[in-house]
């Protein structure tokens, strides 16, 4: 069973304490690992950055990277925690040129994985923390906007040519099922109806 916190920053701060937010998220961190020690069940705690990550000094050495040190308010939840996951969207963080253009990231061509509405495509997700397996792991994923979809990009060195159409209409999303299904007619869009329609015809077909 999974007990998801969304988010740890707004819990309610306690009375008579120095350091408000820091004293409440160390309680909250504390009792959910003794809780899931006791009754066995896999909490699941979403919590901000600080601004570290923005910092200038970082982005002029091309540190983009997020360290255990960025979590925001307390690092007690870090230190308590088995697996950490961080999301980041490299379109807030990257400065752009003087043409207005993001350029790549990893030799996947930011500026392409963005359409004419300024909709980003395109995440980071960094391992952090890992007690059972490696640490330090970064992947690059495609993003659906509109239905919050993710999946895994191709690795760095091996990026087909279509790949940035197909992340931006949506194809690179559907299931695996319909992936050796032709699909005759094109693609439609992403909004709820059309994706559905999309794969209940590939499926039929």
Request: proline share 5%.
């Amino acid at each position: 069973m999974l007990v998801i916190t969304d988010h740890i920053g707004i819990l309610a701060p306690e009375r008579n304490t120095d350091n408000k937010a820091k004293t409440a998220i160390d309680k909250f961190s504390r009792c959910m690992r003794e809780a899931r020690d006791l009754y066995g069940f896999s909490p699941v705690i979403v919590q901000q950055m600080n601004r570290n990550i923005s910092d200038v000094q970082r982005h002029k050495l091309g540190d983009l990277t997020p360290k255990l040190s960025d979590m925001a308010d307390s690092s007690s939840s870090s230190q308590d925690a088995d697996v950490i996951v961080c999301m980041l969207d490299p379109y807030r963080h990257v400065v752009k040129d003087d043409r207005g253009r993001y350029g790549k990231d990893d030799h996947y061509d930011m500026d392409k994985l963005r359409d004419k509405w300024w909709r980003t495509y395109y995440r980071t997700l960094y391992i952090l923390k890992n007690s059972f397996e490696a640490s330090g792991q970064k992947f690059q994923m495609g993003l659906q906007p509109v239905q919050g979809i993710m999946k895994t990009l191709p690795p760095n060195n091996a990026i087909p040519d279509n790949i940035y159409d197909e992340v931006v209409s949506g194809r690179y999303f559907l299931p695996d099922t319909t992936e050796q299904v032709h699909v005759s007619k094109p693609f439609a869009g992403f909004g709820r109806t059309h994706i559905d329609e999309q794969i209940k015809q590939a499926v039929t077909e």
